[in-house]
């Protein structure tokens, strides 16, 4: 995709945490909004870098290389997307991030982009992993999406943000970031 920045370069990075890629290949819906997201917030700043994260899922091509394509296809540049294919969670997404952020001398702004209920996890994550993320305006739920649907999700991230935030903890504490 891109060159690697150079080191110190100071132009923000959108960080995309990943979502589901369809049996298909296409993107889920989550995934689509989350990308649409960042390409819009990123239209505002200057020569941002647009980071998706995400390995293989069962499906299809990795997260990270699907989010690519809806970035190529809303009119972010190839080269201004460094691809991240490793992660197969938040938690090592972030640590991921974390290590390309040192390796390849990024040193601007942070911005996590992903879904409302996903948002204060992955901040709190970025955070705990030294890295000073602030948050990219979520996209808003779908009106197709109940109001028990919207709590379900809300829910489902209480014990993650628990565990996961125990964990980086732990990493931190023995240098395991």
Not at 36 to 64: D, M
Not at 65 to 87: C, F, I, N, Q, Y
Not at 94 to 122: K, N, Q, W
């Amino acid at each position: 995709m891109a060159e690697p920045p150079r080191a110190g370069d100071d132009a923000p990075a959108i960080v995309i945490f990943g979502a589901a890629v369809r049996r298909d290949g296409t993107p889920s819906q989550t995934l689509r909004r989350r990308v649409e997201a960042a390409a819009a917030f990123g239209a505002r700043l200057p020569s941002p870098w647009y980071v998706p994260t995400g390995a293989v899922g069962r499906f299809g091509a990795s997260e990270a290389s699907v989010m690519a394509d809806l970035l190529a296809a809303l009119g972010v540049p190839p080269d201004r997307v460094l691809l991240e294919e490793t992660a197969t969670s938040t938690l090592s997404s972030v640590r991921a991030i974390r290590r390309m952020r040192d390796e390849r001398g990024l040193c601007g702004p942070v911005f996590a982009a992903t879904s409302v209920y996903h948002l204060p996890r992955c901040l709190m994550l970025l955070r705990l992993a030294g890295v000073a993320a602030q948050a990219c305006p979520p996209p808003a739920f779908p009106a197709s999406h109940a109001l028990l649907m919207r709590w379900y999700w809300r829910g489902r991230e209480l014990p993650a943000v628990l565990v996961d935030g125990l964990l980086m903890l732990w990493l931190r504490a023995t240098g395991r970031i």
